[in-house]
């Protein structure tokens, strides 16, 4: 089982950032797919799930309205779009399988003017 995230960077507040999860090794289609986020010197924060079939999405309130969470089962690939950045999304953020499965080992968002 394998997860690897992408797309990170660093961006302005206001900003927007495209995080791409690709799976590899399980069967993708049938998992949930989490979104978490570890900002500096605090714990794991989640932030976001899509459905095996993406009839349901949920969010954590401090994302909600920002981002959306989608997926392509087609390429075993999530994706997560993160729209008016703030400084407190300055995090790593990572993909998991499901609620306690492998994640990957993610990657760097800074939100900085």
């Known amino acids: 089982v394998q997860l690897v995230e992408s797309g990170g960077g660093s961006v302005q507040p206001g900003g927007s950032l495209r995080l791409s999860c690709v799976g590899s090794g399980f069967s993708f289609s049938i998992w949930s797919i989490m979104w978490l986020r570890q900002a500096p010197g605090k714990g794991l924060e989640w932030i976001a799930t899509?459905?095996?079939?993406?009839?349901?999405?949920t969010y954590s309130d401090s994302v909600k309205g920002r981002f959306t969470v989608s997926r392509d089962n087609g390429k075993n690939t999530a994706l997560l779009e993160m729209n008016n950045l703030k400084p407190e999304d300055t995090a790593i953020y990572f993909c998991r399988k499901g609620t306690n499965g492998e994640r990957g080992p993610g990657t760097q968002v800074t939100v900085s003017s």
């Open positions: 899509v459905t095996p079939n993406s009839l349901s999405t």
